[in-house]
């Protein structure tokens, strides 16, 4: 592990739940009559991320939405320069996404290569009405023509910064929290 | 993981890194169920399939997972090529190399020609079956395939019948099988037994005491037709009756709801009935499915031109 030189607390528990309330109020706002639409979290932390939303869309909006998860390393345009190999968590889509509203989760947008990754893989899975991306923390640095339909915050950072954003339901994370963290870049 | 160059046989994997192959190959195994069979890690990298001995189904297993992860497929025809002129494994290599491959899927019937090869290319090389010594992605599958029936292997047996001798499979799958804590025996005709068996490898000469043992899992080996012209025993007929999957001991299976493996293709009459082929806890037909996921696992981990193996 690198040493840290710096981390500092970006959004507390509270907070962070608030992020997601509001994220799930504007998908209810864009979506009022949906039937059939789907959540998809990024692995990892996107997946819980898509819970959280789907969780509120159901008990503050009567909303009910089916959840799914990708796995884009297959996916990803530096997989071959990878020294550690990442073992695969598979993508579960348990559902037809054809001619769905399909809205992507992830928990951080930087460069925009995960999510040009994740909309590939989701292609794979057939044809949706529509592709979104919903974002707990949007941050600048991006590489990609791409941005969030539904974000919970939006900073910006020095480029040796990263977000670090912690979800109770993934091991050894322990808490909700975002972190702004001054370490070395990595491939995440 | 830390990718690797090439994979040669089993006893130079790691446990870690055994693990890894089986637990990639589950997703893999779930693409084909998808309408779109294909992932792209592969894209742009070629994959030769380089076989001296004939083979079907492990040749199109290779092929197959090379396709669903995206790479370029081809096929080295040795019997038009110019081997049949007497041009050298190295000369053969060296004309690959030209060629700027990824990885070269070797099968050949001596062993060590694929270790050959690799010291040879920086492509990546994965040993399909050398002679008697190796088959590491069969050992991989039929693990795999052990796995999904059975969860943890730990404790329980495995009864390997027919040609030990002449078979790499045997070798591959039962040092696997060991390895991820099941007990192994053998049960062949002692023209087939090999002289020399790990201590902890118990040996059978009959069913009957074979059964006594409780397998868990019975794996059958094809009886190769070339052997049935050498005296290794009488006829065809005879080890079937002695040590085939008649159907009264396939009566033993179905009470005792054992499984059964074997690695293809099978000589019914043989070493199995048509009974045999269609009993239920039979996994033949889950391992040739297996057999092209744990491949993309295994062509997933490999990197040409990584540092191989001291």
């Known amino acids: 592990m690198p040493t840290l030189t710096h981390r500092r607390l970006h959004l507390d528990q509270t907070k962070m739940a ?15 009559n949906a039937t059939n639409l789907a959540l998809v979290g990024i692995h990892k932390r996107g997946v819980p991320l898509a819970y959280r939303i789907a969780h509120r869309l159901r008990t503050d909006h009567d909303l009910t939405c089916v959840v799914g998860t990708i796995d884009i390393t297959q996916y ?36 925009g290569r995960s999510v040009r990754a994740a909309i590939d893989a989701l292609m794979d899975f057939g044809r949706p009405r529509c592709v979104e991306l919903a974002t707990l923390i949007d941050r600048d640095g991006r590489e990609f023509p791409i941005q969030p339909t539904y974000c919970g915050d939006r900073i910006t950072l020095p480029a040796d910064q990263r977000v670090a954003v912690r979800f109770v339901e993934i091991e050894d994370d322990n808490e909700d929290a975002v972190y702004i963290e001054s370490a070395p870049l990595s491939q995440a | 993981m830390t990718p690797r160059k090439d994979l040669l046989d089993i006893a130079s994997l790691s446990n870690e890194e055994i693990e890894f192959v089986l637990a990639n190959a589950a997703p893999f195994k779930d693409l084909f169920r998808r309408s779109v069979k294909k992932v792209p890690p592969l894209r742009g990298r070629t994959v030769l399939t380089l ?62 020609i694929p270790n050959l090869i690799a010291r ?20 991989l599958l039929d693990a795999f395939t052990a796995r999904e029936v059975l969860e943890d292997l730990r404790g329980r047996r495995a009864l390997i019948v027919g040609d030990i001798q002449h078979s790499r499979v045997a070798r591959s799958t ?42 868990d899992i019975v794996y059958l080996l094809r009886v190769q037709s070339e052997r049935l012209d050498e005296p290794f025993f009488p ?7 002695n040590f085939g999957l008649t159907d009264a001991r396939l009566k033993v299976l179905n009470d005792r709801k054992l499984w059964l493996m074997h690695p293809g293709p099978v ?38 031109g990584a540092a191989p193996v001291a």
């Open chain 1, 18 to 32: 608030e992020c997601i309330q509001r994220l799930a109020a504007e998908i209810a706002k864009a979506h009022p």
């Open chain 1, 76 to 111: 990803r345009d530096d997989l071959g320069s990878f020294t550690i190999l990442p073992r695969l968590e598979g993508s579960d889509i348990p559902f037809d996404i054809d001619d769905a509203p399909v809205v992507l989760c992830d928990e951080v947008l930087f460069t």
């Open chain 2, 51 to 112: 076989f001296y001995e004939p083979s079907t189904r492990t040749r199109s297993s290779f092929e197959v997972a090379a396709s669903r992860l995206s790479a370029d497929v081809t096929h080295f025809d040795v019997e038009f090529s110019s081997v049949v002129k007497g041009e050298s494994i190295l000369d053969t290599v060296e004309t690959l190399e030209a060629m700027q491959l990824d990885y070269i899927v070797v099968r050949h019937k001596q062993a060590g």
């Open chain 2, 120 to 139: 040879n290319t920086a492509a990546s090389v994965i040993n399909a079956g050398d002679g008697w010594h190796a088959h590491p992605t069969q050992a």
């Open chain 2, 174 to 215: 039962s040092l696997i099988f060991r390895r991820l804590g099941m007990e192994v025996a053998y049960l062949a005709p002692g023209s087939l037994m090999p002289r020399q068996i790990p201590d902890e490898i118990t040996t059978f000469g009959n069913w009957q005491d074979a059964f006594d043992w409780k397998p």
């Open chain 2, 235 to 241: 006829s065809a007929t005879e080890y079937h009756n």
């Open chain 2, 267 to 304: 000589n019914r009459g043989v070493e199995i009935t048509d009974a045999g082929m269609n009993y239920e806890r039979s996994l033949i037909n889950q391992q040739v499915e297996n057999g092209i996921a744990v491949r993309m696992s295994v062509l997933y981990w490999l990197r040409p």
